[in-house]
């Protein structure tokens, strides 16, 4: 296969400013990939670990942004409730 997404490692610290759009579209890219009928087996490991990676990321950005948006709620309930 020709058109392989790049496998980028991500213990060395660059998925760190990974967007998380350009993290779902690289997860497509290895799913449509995974899912295709010519499936390379020498880079199969090395994606579906990639792909666990990138979850991980999205997962970790879903999170912190739920707590950024919780956050910013209560400081507004907070703001509404110390007006007279």
Known sequence: MTDQPPITDSDNGTDDDLAYVDAVDEL??????LEGDEVDI????????????????????VATARMDVEQVVAELD???????
């Not at 579906?48 to 990321?57: H, K």
């Not at 907070?78 to 007279?84: A, C, F, I, R, T």
């Open 28 to 33: 497509e890219a290895i799913l449509a990939e």
């Open 42 to 61: 020498d880079v199969l490991g090395a994606r579906v670990r990639r792909a666990a990676a990138l979850i991980r990321l999205c997962r970790d950005r």
């Open 78 to 84: 907070q703001d509404g409730n110390d007006s007279p």
